[in-house]
C-alpha cells in the first residue's frame, strides 16, 4: 500500500529536512515543497521515516485529496475512503484541522462533517462505529484545506516527533528537540572530529542541545524511546508489519555507539544542571555528556585535544522566552529582557577563553535579535533564518579565531543549509 507522504518541518528547515530524508531512503524521489517535504512511500517508509526523522514535525499519509466548496463536500471526501482498511469500530479517532486562505467560517464544524464521513462508512459496513477520544486517538486524523482542494491525512506519528519520549523535567522555556536538531543541521555538526568535532553549550538549562548532539554522536535514533500512532493502525498489525518493526528497532538498536567526541553542558542554575542529567540519563546518553554548574560569561573553555575542533551551540535567554540569571542578571526580577551588556561581556568571554584552541572553535546563536552581530562585537560568517515556535530567529556564526573575530582565510562560510539572508 504506496500513499503519499508528507513531512511537515518548521520553515527554513525544508532543505535540511530534504538532506536528512535522502540519508534515511537514498533511493527515493522527494518533493520539498514549503513547509515541509513530499514522496511517495508505504508502510516501511512510514517506519523508517517516524523512527529516524529528527527534524519532521510527522509523518502524514495522504488518504484523499480533491475539490471543495463547503462542509458537505470534506463529509463526501472522508467518504470516499475504505476505512475498514485502516481500523475497526473499537478503534477511537480526532480530526485536526489547518487552513490556508479556506473560505470556510468554521474549522470545527469542518472537522466533524469529516468524523462522521468516517462513522457513517464504519457503520454501514460493519453496524458499529468508532468513538472519538481527543488526547490518545488510535486513528489521528489531519485535514488541511486550502482556497479550493482540501487534503486528508492519517497522522501515523501521533504525538508530534519533537516528544522523543525521554524528557520529563524541563524549565520554564524548553527548546523542542526539533529545533535543536534543526541548529545541529544547520551546522553542519555530525558527532565527529571531522564534522563539528566537541560540542559545548553553556546555557544548556534542560539539556536539549546536549542531549539531540549525543544521541546524534552516539548513533541513537529519535524515535526508539517511543511509540506511534501507526503501531495500532491495521496496515502496521498483521504478522509481517509486526516483523519489520521489530527488525528495524533491532537494527537501530545495534547500530548505538559511544560517542567519537566529547561533550559539554552547563548551566548557571545548578537545579536545571539536575534536569538536564535526569533527562540524558532517560534518553540512554548520560556518559557522553559532562554536565557542568557555571554562569556563561565565566566558565573556561573545555581542555580539547591538540587537533580536536569545538562547536558551541547555544539558545541564550531571551525577552520573549526567559530573563537571564547569573553575573548578567538585572536587579529586578519584573524586567524580562535581556541585560544590556550579556552579549558584550559574552563575546568578551569568548575571545578570551576560546581562541586560544589551535584547532579553533566555532560558536553558533540561535536569537531573535536581526542586530545581534553588531552587540556581540563579532562578525558573523553566517545567518540562517529559523523560527522559535512563533518567534523569528536566527541562527548566527562566529568564528572563534584566535587574534582575530573574522572567519579564517578560505573558509566557506555559506557551505551548508539554507542561503544567507
Known amino acids: 500500500m504506496a500513499l503519499p507522504l508528507f513531512l511537515p518541518?518548521?520553515?527554513?528547515?525544508?532543505?535540511?529536512?530534504?538532506?536528512?530524508?535522502?540519508?534515511?531512503?537514498?533511493?527515493?524521489?522527494?518533493y520539498p515543497t514549503r513547509g515541509g517535504v513530499g514522496l511517495d512511500g508505504g508502510p516501511i517508509e512510514v517506519?523508517?521515516?517516524?523512527?529516524?526523522?529528527?527534524?519532521?514535525?510527522?509523518?502524514?499519509?495522504?488518504?484523499?485529496?480533491?475539490?471543495y466548496q463547503n462542509e458537505n463536500d470534506l463529509y463526501r471526501l472522508a467518504r470516499s475512503v475504505d476505512w475498514l482498511q485502516w481500523i475497526t469500530p473499537q478503534h477511537t479517532l480526532r480530526v485536526d484541522t489547518t487552513a490556508t486562505h479556506s473560505p470556510l467560517k468554521s474549522l470545527n464544524f469542518a472537522a466533524l462533517r469529516i468524523k462522521d464521513g468516517v462513522?457513517?462508512?464504519?457503520?454501514?459496513?460493519?453496524g458499529e462505529r468508532p468513538s472519538v477520544d481527543i488526547r490518545h486517538p488510535d486513528l489521528p486524523l489531519h485535514l488541511h484545506?486550502?482556497?479550493?482542494?482540501?487534503?486528508?491525512?492519517?497522522?501515523?506519528?501521533?504525538?508530534?516527533?519533537?516528544?522523543?519520549?525521554?524528557r520529563e523535567d524541563k524549565g520554564d522555556a524548553p527548546l523542542k528537540e526539533t529545533l535543536a536538531a534543526a541548529m545541529l543541521a544547520a551546522a553542519g555538526w555530525r558527532g565527529t572530529p571531522e564534522a563539528g568535532g566537541a560540542l559545548h553549550d553553556p546555557?544548556?538549562?534542560?539539556?536539549?542541545i546536549a542531549i539531540e548532539a549525543a544521541q546524534i554522536a552516539c548513533g541513537i535514533a529519535p524515535g526508539l524511546k517511543r511509540r506511534f500512532a501507526f503501531e495500532r493502525l491495521l496496515p502496521f498489525t498483521d504478522d509481517d508489519s509486526r516483523a519489520e518493526w521489530q527488525r528495524q528497532k533491532s537494527h537501530a538498536q545495534a547500530?548505538?555507539?559511544?560517542?567519537?567526541v566529547p561533550i559539554y553542558a552547563s548551566d548557571v542554575s545548578f537545579r536545571m544542571v539536575d534536569f538536564a542529567r535526569r533527562n540524558a540519563e532517560r534518553a540512554g546518553v548520560a556518559d557522553a555528556i559532562q554536565f557542568n554548574g557555571g554562569d556563561a560569561l565565566e566558565r573556561p573553555a573545555p581542555d580539547l585535544p591538540e587537533g580536536l575542533p569545538g562547536t558551541l551551540m547555544?539558545?541564550?535567554?531571551?525577552?520573549?522566552?526567559?530573563?537571564?540569571?547569573?553575573?548578567?542578571?538585572?536587579?529586578?526580577?519584573?524586567?524580562?529582557?535581556?541585560?544590556?551588556?550579556?552579549?558584550?561581556?559574552?563575546?568578551?568571554?569568548?575571545?578570551?577563553?576560546?581562541?586560544?584552541?589551535?584547532?579553533?572553535?566555532?560558536?553558533?546563536?540561535?536569537?531573535?535579535?536581526?542586530?545581534?552581530?553588531g552587540s556581540m562585537r563579532l562578525k558573523e560568517s553566517r545567518r540562517v533564518p529559523m523560527w522559535n515556535g512563533p518567534i523569528e530567529c536566527r541562527l548566527y556564526r562566529f568564528d572563534l579565531v584566535a587574534g582575530s573575530n573574522r572567519a579564517p582565510t578560505g573558509q566557506d562560510t555559506a557551505s551548508r543549509g539554507p542561503s544567507q539572508k
Open 119 to 126: 462513522c457513517d462508512v464504519m457503520r454501514e459496513a460493519t
Open 255 to 260: 547500530r548505538i555507539h559511544p560517542s567519537a
Open 47 to 67: 517506519m523508517k521515516l517516524n523512527l529516524h526523522s529528527r527534524l519532521a514535525m510527522r509523518v502524514l499519509a495522504e488518504v484523499a485529496e480533491g475539490p
Open 314 to 373: 547555544i539558545n541564550p535567554p531571551y525577552g520573549e522566552r526567559i530573563e537571564v540569571a547569573g553575573k548578567a542578571a538585572r536587579p529586578s526580577a519584573e524586567d524580562r529582557d535581556t541585560p544590556d551588556d550579556f552579549f558584550p561581556r559574552l563575546s568578551a568571554h569568548w575571545k578570551r577563553a576560546y581562541t586560544k584552541h589551535p584547532a579553533g572553535w566555532t560558536a553558533w546563536v540561535l536569537s531573535p535579535d536581526m542586530k545581534l552581530a
Open 203 to 208: 546555557t544548556c538549562g534542560s539539556g536539549t
Open 145 to 166: 484545506v486550502g482556497t479550493e482542494r482540501a487534503s486528508l491525512y492519517v497522522d501515523t506519528s501521533g504525538e508530534s516527533l519533537f516528544k522523543r519520549g525521554w
Open 9 to 30: 518541518c518548521a520553515a527554513g528547515v525544508e532543505p535540511l529536512l530534504e538532506e536528512e530524508i535522502q540519508r534515511i531512503l537514498p533511493s527515493k524521489i522527494l
